[in-house]
């Protein structure tokens, strides 16, 4: 027993309103000073000292020890001992600060019991504070700071943090954002993945762990909703689910050495606002921002800083208030109202639905709100009433439990009951179902073994997973593998060319690849051809080959000239023809043939005119070969070069033709003739001249029958013509020639004479010629005419005198020519 005054009360008197009262009872009546009741049970035992009562060491008289079963013994005297049992009568029920209700704690001597008031701290949405004693503050710093640090240092490297950063545009209130539990040689990190929300990511030493996680005195757990840093040795945890956090530390170690914003643990509220240094604040929001500690990623913080604005406790502006906070007043959370008053919360949750009116800050009052009620065994299914504002999505295999276990029931844990009533809200396994282990989240009808791929297996099954033969048994490490054996393939041979082998995945067997060949064709050798114009190159692949065979093959066109042309195309040739592209294939070139049709020409020339090719053109020109003549009754004569020819109608006109230089000139000479008079001929002498233009006869009265006949014509000379018809002359007549029967000779008398030029002069005329210069003739003019005797032939026969008519005709003829030119 303590003396009056300590925080320590024994048997049943009652205390003032200390946290601790204690049941024992004590074993010497003379102590007790603070009324203790006490049951005294003496009997006078005879003993003695031999055999196994002896002990190895004196015990001085009124020296007491324990024995079993909460019994005493006491050394009277002279071997006599006081046996004194131990008589717990129940200690009166504290009152806490905090409103929560006191535990019962195991005295020392694990006989009786006494209550106490635990530390429990929590903190919320923007956030809110409570202490260890009750006291309900806000607070929105936007850095490090300590919640709960040792006065009088007695854990090594012991504390616990908050982090905190203005959650709105504004930098009006804050969230908490991390909590870091400290603890030896181990820092537990709980960060928040999304700000205001649920989830959680745990980190020991920088490093991400996988939950549960137990080392070095630590244990990190997942308990509904959320994330607990557990320490046995210490008997205290501290939860965090990304909204709102709490901390309970037992009184019995942790009482009057605490300090931070969670305040001073030992029951009262009056220095819950303390400094650092140990002078309480006027007010907490004071207190709260020189608990700042050093963090590297927050520079612009500085411990020990004084605020240079008043902290925010209530809205600036009034507002109605969300009506998710009418359900902490109202029928959804009456049955907790008598253990945990709510009017701190409710004003919290006000203050969070008006300064921050779309972040659902609300949710976290009610949610902190609840899980204080379920520490105190006051469950409360309170989401389903806030349509759907505050509702909580769980995964598909899990359901939502607003009072599930604190820890769940597993297949590896204990099957024996859970004894405590205090429940949490989470995402448990559903009816029928429980949870093959703490850490392998995966919920199973009947327990078995769950490997990585987290597929249920039971006792006996055998699969398959990551190319292993396993098999689940019960006992041991549960799954047992081995390499999966493969079945025997048949040797597949890649030797052709651009083959090569590669394992494809075989869908009856994942594990065991199938080896097959594949074609590859950049391995293949043969390149395609250059193929001439008309074919183009074609490949195709054999059956059971991989690299292609080439061959030109024909483009179904026609070819001219290094061109391509596809059928019903025209095709330029030469202007002569008409050619086109058709459809029909030459056998021997494999090419398309190219029809063609020569421009169709008119042939047909005037007479005088014949049709002849021109080199260059496509049809040829009419080409004169001979002279048109068109005579005097508008008819044509045809004559060819060197050809003479009298008019049908008149033989004493006479048309000739030349060729000179490629050019045919046409003439015509019309014979004068000399004076007749047919009454001076004697009948029947009257004749044609061998021009058969000209009648002669002998003549009757003419003394002088050859004269000079003039006529006007052109003289043509090597081409050239005189500009003007010139006068010239010629003898023409008869003379006396005749051939008579002489009696006398008895044989024919000739006589011959021949009318012939006597005198003749020689003239010049200008001649023009077609290049168009002038040279000058000299022409024979005759003056007179006479007969002259010739000798005649006395063998003249009709045949001479034949020829000598055709000479006399040429003669005629050629001097007609060359007076036509």
Sequence with gaps: TTTPGTVTTSGTTPTQSFTTTSGTTSVSVTTVTATTTTSEISSPVSTTTSGPTATSSAVTPGESWWLCDCFQAICIEDNIIQVVPIVCNPPPKPTCANGLSPVQVIDKDGCCWHWECDCYCTGWGDPHYMTFDGLYYSYQGNCTYV???????????????????????????????????????????????????????????????????????????????????????????????????????????????????????????????????????????????????????????????????????????????????????????????????????????????????????????????????????????????????????????????????????????????????????????????????????????????????????????????????????????????????????????????????????????????????????????????????????????????????????????????????????????????????TNEVNVSTQLNIISCEHIPCNTYCEPGYEHQPVKGECCGKCVQTKCVIRTAQNSHLILSPGEFKNDPYNNCTIYSCVKVHNQFVSSTSEITCPAFNEESCKPGTITFLPNGCCKTCAPLDSTSPCTVRERKDFIVHRGCRSVDRVVMTECEGTCGTFSLYSAEANSMDHKCSCCRESKTTVKKVSLKCPNGHSISHKYIYVESCSCQDTTCSTSHSRESQSREENDTLKRLKRAISLTSQ
């Design 147 to 581: 919640l709960v640090e040792e006065i009088n240092k007695k854990v090594d490297n012991f504390g616990v943090y908050i982090d905190n950063y203005h959650c709105d545009t504004r930098d009006v209130v804050s969230c908490p954002r991390t909590l870091i539990v400290r603890h030896e040689t181990q820092e537990v990190r709980m960060a928040t993945v999304k700000p205001n929300t649920l989830q959680v990511e745990v980190t020991v030493n920088k490093q991400a762990v996988a939950l549960p996680y137990k080392k070095f005195g630590l244990n990190i757990y997942e308990s509904g909703i959320n994330r607990v840093v557990e320490i046995p040795e210490l008997k205290m945890n501290v939860t965090y689910n990304g909204l709102s956090f709490s901390i309970r530390m037992p009184y019995s170690l942790f009482g009057n050495n605490t300090q931070g914003q969670c305040g001073t643990c030992n029951n009262n509220t009056a220095d819950d606002c303390m400094l650092p240094n140990g002078n309480i604040a006027e007010n907490c929001q004071t207190m709260a921002d020189h608990w700042q500690v050093v963090d590297p990623s927050k520079p612009q913080c500085s411990p020990g800083l004084i605020p240079t604005k008043a902290p925010i406790t209530t809205p600036v502006k009034p507002c109605k208030e969300s009506f998710i906070c009418e359900l902490l007043l109202g029928s959804v959370f009456e049955p907790c109202h008598s253990f945990v008053q709510p009017e701190k919360y409710y004003a919290a949750c006000v203050f969070d639905s008006c300064v921050l009116p779309n972040l659902d800050l609300e949710c976290s009052s009610l949610q902190i709100y609840a899980a204080t009620c379920a520490d105190q065994s006051v469950c409360i299914d309170w989401r389903s009433h806030t349509n759907g504002v505050c509702s909580y999505k769980c995964p598909s295999d899990k359901e939502y439990r607003a009072c599930g276990p604190l820890k769940e029931t597993t297949c590896k844990s204990s099957q024996q009951n859970e004894t405590s009533t205090k429940q949490v809200e989470g995402c448990f396994c559903p009816n029928g179902t429980m949870l093959y282990d703490s850490g392998v989240d995966v919920c199973v009808k009947t327990c078995g073994c769950v490997g990585v791929d987290k597929i249920p297996r039971e006792f006996g099954e055998r699969f398959t997973i990551d190319c292993q033969d396993c098999i689940c048994l019960e006992g041991g490490s549960g799954i047992v593998c081995e390499p999966h054996k493969c079945a025997k393939q048949n040797k597949t041979s890649c030797d052709g060319e651009g083959f090569y082998e590669v394992n494809e995945v075989n869908s009856e067997d994942f594990c065991c690849p199938i080896v097959t060949c594949k074609c590859n064709t950049s391995l293949c050798t043969a390149k395609a051809p250059k193929c001439k114009l008309g074919f183009e190159v074609h490949s195709h692949i054999p059956s059971g080959h991989c690299c292609p065979v080439y061959e030109c093959v024909p483009k179904r066109v026609c070819v001219h000239q290094n061109a391509e042309f596809l059928p019903n195309s025209s095709v330029f040739v030469d202007k002569c023809q008409n050619c086109v592209c």
